[in-house]
């Protein structure tokens, strides 16, 4: 069985360009979290989706980042007009039905970089 | 105050020793599950162990177990004959029943194993 898949591994832009991060979770899987990870940092949460909802996006900056979980095809993270600090690496996990006490299975990330 | 707490920055040990990577926690909610996460350096995260608050013993998977001290809250990991391909970054993180199942992190400690 596939894990979540993150594509693409690596995407370069430029200031003011739109990235687009896709992730597709494992298969049965209806939920969905984002996180970003700045260099020497952990993991910080960005946003928590099911299928076609938000349910919890208290980590997510305000302004030019969104996200979404259609009900066909892979969750996407949108930042538009990057910034430099927007470089880091985002990391998608997957879980089943919402169950405090079961892993979540990551992908291996996309870096984004900045020029 | 920080939720999840790793002191140790960075540690060297003598491959075939065992290891204690620290990790305490603060949390209000009395359902919670406490993972640790190994990033090696191809940025990949992968679940290592899970221990829940409600369990009654320590986790172990393999060469890796759980010390869980529930009244000082705190877990931490204890890796046995450490290998060279343990060297990477390791991450305690901790999953809150009532906060939407996000994982949060603490800033992770990098291990090197001396051959």
């Known amino acids: 069985n596939a894990g979540v898949m993150q594509n693409p591994r690596h995407l370069v832009r430029r200031r003011g360009q739109e990235a687009r991060l896709r992730c597709s979770p494992v298969k049965g899987h209806s939920h969905v979290y984002w996180y970003r990870q700045l260099p020497e940092e952990g993991l910080k949460f960005m946003v928590y989706?099911?299928?076609?909802?938000?349910?919890?996006e208290s980590g997510m900056p305000k302004e030019r980042f969104s996200a979404e979980f259609p009900k066909e095809g892979p969750s996407i993270l949108r930042i538009q007009q990057v910034v430099r600090g927007d470089s880091a690496a985002y990391f998608c996990?997957?879980?089943?039905?919402?169950?405090?006490?079961?892993?979540?299975?990551f992908g291996d990330g996309t870096r984004l970089s900045i020029l | 105050a920080q939720k999840i707490t790793q002191t140790q920055p960075g540690m060297f040990v003598q491959e075939k020793e065992a290891v204690t990577l620290d990790c305490t926690y603060d949390t209000s909610d009395p359902s919670y599950g406490l993972f640790w996460y190994k990033q090696p350096s191809s940025g990949e995260m992968i679940f290592l162990i899970y221990?829940?608050?409600?369990?009654?013993q320590n986790a172990t998977e393999g060469r890796y177990s759980l010390n869980f001290q529930k009244a000082r809250k705190s877990a931490n990991l204890v890796i046995s004959a450490s290998q060279l391909g343990d060297s990477a970054m390791y991450f305690c993180?901790?999953?809150?029943?009532?906060?939407?199942?996000?994982?949060?992190f603490g800033t992770g400690t990098r291990l090197t194993i001396i051959p």
């Open positions: 989706l099911q299928k076609e909802n938000i349910i919890d």
């Open positions: 221990q829940g608050s409600y369990d009654q």
């Open positions: 993180a901790m999953r809150e029943n009532f906060g939407n199942e996000k994982l949060t």
């Open positions: 996990a997957s879980s089943p039905a919402r169950q405090a006490h079961q892993p979540q299975h």
